[in-house]
């Protein structure tokens, strides 16, 4: 019997108890106590094995995230799956960071637009700009643009060759849609004639394309414009058309990763010995030939630069009466003129000057009057080892390229003709915060040149008026100059994109 004291539950689960062992007997009841044990440790065993096997996927998936994010989220942890015994900051430089792409840009697809772009590198660039911004107009597809192989650089650089083409399509896909080729169903059209090519009209507007291009787009379906330089206006055109102009030239027309590698191990070497001065000596071989400038050449000379101009049919003007182009200030500087005018406008003669151009014609005879005056002179050739510009070799596009890289960086740039990388370096500086450009007004500056000679200067006259003539005329903010229906005599959109460079606490003044 149970005691008073102990509860009823306690005697109920007694007899319970009591009852399965007269059923079961002893024997049998020992086993199932047993099988229940095991059971228990069982569920426990696989509880801790699967808490044990999650542990460790979550562990390894946090070690994978941290060597993707690991500038932001595991700064500093050390990585279990990586034995480089590089430093860690090296290894974390070298992270691309995470790129947000925006959002694309859905439009009912019009056709597809082709494009050839002719001339150098900063002509063909100017013209990609142009030609994005009109299949953004007509709501087309563009294909990614060909570049010149033909002209007198004879340069066999695609597109990918000498920029970022996947940043290029990514970084526009919210105003155009890109793509590198045709469609396969497309490009049997192309393959079989079923499509228009044709030149469009110089300095047309907007307009031009919406109501004469499009048509033929429409009808086509696919058109090819193979010749793009300076084929949308400088001026009159939407605000939201400028802008774009920009945007493709600042941000989405990036180089090559080498290209650009390259050019910042130049700008370092440049900067460890102090500021430097770029100077776009275009004093080039075809240059001479195409502008027929020949002052200071002998009669060998000015025959094999007639016979290159004759040799080359696009170059359209054959007669040129070299002195009077001169005077006219149509003529790049020479090598003794330039180091006059640098002189004169109170350049250091110990800096840093860094030569962005081909082979001077000449060679080290008519660069020598320069190098007297200025004894830093330096080039990418100088400052780099052969290894370094192998690949580039034969690809003047891409040495440009690099040139461009390290005119945009210097402290000074100082072009000494007013051709296309001049004009478009101006323009980039003016956007990188109106870095200094000085723009020499050459024909004021040739006449000075010859009182000089002539005795008609002193010397503290020549370099007083040279001084006061170029004091404004350093890519300070202005304006454009517009001359209606002289679009080549105006102001060059790409050498000062005012409608992208506004300064909110300064208003623009007009020239």
Same mark, same amino acid.
């Given at each position: 019997?149970?005691?008073?004291?102990?509860?009823?539950? %306690?005697?109920?689960?007694?007899?319970?108890?009591?009852?399965?062992?007269?059923?079961?007997?002893?024997?049998?009841?020992?086993?199932?106590?047993?099988?229940?044990?095991?059971?228990?440790?069982?569920?426990?065993?696989?509880?801790?094995?699967?808490?044990?096997?999650?542990?460790? *996927?979550?562990?390894?998936?946090?070690?994978?995230?941290?060597?993707?994010? =690991?500038? =932001?989220?595991?700064?500093?942890? !050390?990585?279990?799956?990586?034995?480089?015994?590089?430093?860690?900051?090296?290894?974390?430089?070298?992270?691309?960071?995470?790129?947000?792409?925006?959002?694309?840009?859905?439009?009912?697809?019009?056709?597809?637009?082709?494009?050839?772009?002719?001339?150098?590198?900063?002509?063909?660039?100017?013209?990609?700009?142009?030609?994005?911004?009109?299949?953004?107009?007509?709501?087309?597809?563009?294909?990614? !643009?060909?570049?010149?192989?033909?002209?007198?650089?004879?340069?066999?650089?695609?597109?990918?060759?000498?920029?970022?083409?996947? +940043?290029?399509?990514?970084?526009?896909?919210?105003?155009?849609?890109?793509?590198?080729?045709?469609?396969?169903?497309?490009?049997?059209? &192309?393959?079989?004639?079923?499509?228009?090519?044709?030149?469009?009209?110089?300095?047309?507007?907007?307009?031009?394309?919406? +109501?004469?291009?499009?048509?033929?787009?429409?009808?086509?379906?696919?058109?090819?414009?193979?010749?793009?330089?300076? =084929?949308?206006?400088?001026?009159?055109?939407?605000?939201?058309?400028? %802008?774009?102009?920009?945007?493709?030239?600042? #941000? @989405?027309?990036?180089?090559?990763?080498?290209?650009?590698?390259?050019?910042?191990?130049?700008?370092?070497?440049?900067?460890?010995?102090?500021?430097?001065?770029?100077? +776009?000596?275009?004093?080039?071989?075809?240059?001479? @030939?195409?502008?027929?400038? *020949?002052?200071?050449?002998?009669?060998?000379?000015?025959?094999?630069? *007639?016979?290159?101009?004759?040799?080359? !049919?696009?170059?359209?003007?054959?007669?040129?009466?070299?002195?009077?182009?001169?005077?006219?200030?149509?003529?790049?500087?020479?090598?003794?003129?330039? @180091?006059?005018?640098?002189?004169?406008?109170?350049? $250091? =003669?110990?800096?840093?000057?860094?030569?962005?151009?081909?082979?001077?014609?000449?060679?080290?005879?008519?660069? @020598?009057?320069?190098?007297?005056?200025?004894? #830093?002179?330096?080039?990418?050739?100088?400052?780099?080892?052969?290894?370094?510009?192998?690949?580039?070799?034969?690809?003047?596009?891409?040495?440009?390229?690099?040139?461009?890289?390290?005119?945009?960086?210097?402290?000074?740039? &100082?072009?000494?003709? $007013?051709?296309?990388?001049?004009?478009?370096?101006?323009?980039?500086?003016?956007?990188?915060?109106?870095?200094?450009?000085?723009?020499?007004?050459?024909?004021?500056?040739?006449?000075?040149? $010859?009182?000089?000679? #002539?005795?008609?200067?002193?010397?503290?006259?020549?370099?007083?008026?040279?001084?006061?003539? +170029?004091?404004?005329? &350093?890519?300070?903010?202005?304006?454009?100059?517009?001359?209606?229906?002289?679009?080549?005599?105006? $102001?060059?959109?790409?050498? #000062?994109?005012?409608?992208?460079?506004?300064?909110?606490?300064?208003?623009?003044?007009?020239?």
């Amino acid at each position: 019997m149970c005691r008073v004291e102990e509860t009823s539950g %306690k005697c109920d689960y007694k007899k319970q108890w009591e009852m399965k062992m007269k059923i079961f007997g002893e024997g049998k009841m020992e086993k199932l106590k047993i099988s229940m044990v095991s059971r228990s440790k069982m569920k426990l065993w696989m509880i801790r094995a699967i808490t044990t096997i999650f542990l460790w *996927t979550c562990f390894a998936q946090l070690m994978t995230l941290g060597e993707m994010f =690991r500038p =932001r989220l595991l700064k500093g942890w !050390p990585s279990c799956f990586n034995h480089s015994e590089l430093p860690l900051v090296a290894e974390l430089s070298s992270i691309p960071p995470k790129v947000i792409l925006p959002p694309k840009r859905l439009y009912n697809n019009n056709g597809y637009l082709m494009v050839s772009c002719n001339g150098g590198l900063n002509q063909m660039r100017a013209a990609i700009c142009d030609m994005v911004a009109i299949a953004r107009y007509l709501n087309v597809t563009l294909i990614v !643009p060909e570049l010149d192989k033909t002209s007198f650089w004879n340069d066999a650089s695609e597109f990918q060759d000498i920029f970022d083409v996947d +940043h290029f399509i990514t970084s526009l896909r919210d105003e155009v849609r890109i793509l590198k080729e045709l469609p396969p169903r497309v490009q049997q059209r &192309v393959d079989q004639g079923m499509f228009l090519s044709m030149q469009p009209i110089s300095w047309s507007d907007i307009s031009y394309y919406a +109501h004469q291009i499009l048509p033929l787009v429409q009808k086509h379906k696919v058109v090819q414009l193979n010749k793009t330089d300076a =084929r949308l206006a400088n001026n009159e055109q939407s605000l939201e058309i400028q %802008k774009l102009r920009c945007r493709v030239n600042f #941000n @989405a027309l990036r180089f090559t990763s080498q290209i650009e590698e390259l050019g910042r191990r130049v700008v370092k070497i440049l900067r460890e010995k102090g500021p430097f001065l770029v100077l +776009h000596l275009r004093y080039e071989m075809d240059m001479l @030939a195409f502008s027929g400038c *020949t002052h200071d050449c002998n009669n060998e000379e000015e025959e094999e630069l *007639t016979r290159m101009r004759y040799a080359y !049919p696009w170059w359209k003007e054959k007669v040129i009466n070299s002195e009077m182009k001169r005077k006219e200030g149509l003529c790049p500087l020479t090598p003794e003129e330039t @180091a006059l005018v640098l002189k004169a406008l109170g350049i $250091d =003669r110990n800096v840093q000057i860094y030569i962005a151009a081909g082979e001077i014609y000449g060679g080290e005879r008519r660069i @020598a009057p320069l190098a007297e005056d200025f004894p #830093n002179l330096v080039r990418k050739e100088t400052l780099l080892e052969p290894s370094d510009l192998k690949f580039f070799q034969n690809h003047s596009s891409q040495m440009a390229a690099l040139d461009y890289l390290v005119s945009l960086e210097s402290d000074i740039f &100082v072009p000494t003709y $007013d051709g296309n990388m001049a004009k478009v370096v101006e323009g980039h500086r003016r956007f990188l915060g109106f870095k200094k450009t000085i723009l020499l007004e050459r024909k004021l500056l040739v006449n000075l040149i $010859d009182q000089y000679h #002539n005795g008609l200067l002193s010397w503290d006259e020549f370099s007083s008026t040279m001084k006061e003539v +170029h004091a404004d005329r &350093v890519g300070s903010p202005k304006k454009r100059t517009v001359i209606p229906d002289r679009p080549k005599e105006e $102001d060059y959109f790409y050498s #000062n994109p005012h409608e992208c460079l506004q300064l909110l606490d300064e208003p623009l003044i007009s020239t």
